[in-house]
């Protein structure tokens, strides 16, 4: 069973993102998802190596954006993020996450599109991530 990257975006486009941006409208919701990607993660049921960070710095940017501590996301970078999240945690997506192997790696090929969609604005949060907690003496020096 193969399923091609193409046909792995387009079922992204054609639910995930529909459901995000739903969800972006209600910050309860996104903490919600946030959570539930957490948790997922951290299970070790799916342990992508590869998109660790890359999952990390999204929940990250969207955890920021509910609390009022990163509004320069732009809509698309949100709606991208959430839609990844949601992806993500889906376990009947293109490839379900029950076939070894095969089932996560349509995961990783959604998390790799939008990290690359949004590279600019990752490294825009990561770098006022940096900045701010350096500006709070939550770094070391």
């Known amino acids: 069973m193969f399923t091609s990257t193409k046909a792995i975006l387009k079922l992204f486009s ?4 529909v ?3 739903g969800i972006l409208e209600n910050t309860k919701n996104v903490n919600e998802l946030v959570d539930t990607a957490s948790k997922e993660i951290h299970s070790g049921k799916k342990k992508i190596l590869s998109i660790q960070s890359d999952l990390a710095v999204l ?12 509004n320069e996301a732009p809509c ?12 993500f945690i889906n376990p009947f997506d293109a490839v379900p996450d029950m076939v070894p192997a095969l089932g996560l790696l349509d995961d ?24 701010h907690l350096k500006e709070h003496d939550q770094l070391p020096a």
């Open 59 to 70: 929940l990250a940017m969207l955890k920021a954006w509910v609390k009022g501590d990163y």
């Open 108 to 131: 990783a090929t959604v998390i790799g599109f939008v990290v690359a969609s949004i590279s600019k604005d990752i490294q825009n949060f990561r770098t006022r991530k940096y900045t």
């Open 14 to 17: 054609t639910t995930a993102l």
């Open 19 to 21: 459901r995000a941006g």
């Open 76 to 87: 698309m970078t949100l709606l991208l993020s959430t839609a990844a999240l949601i992806y």
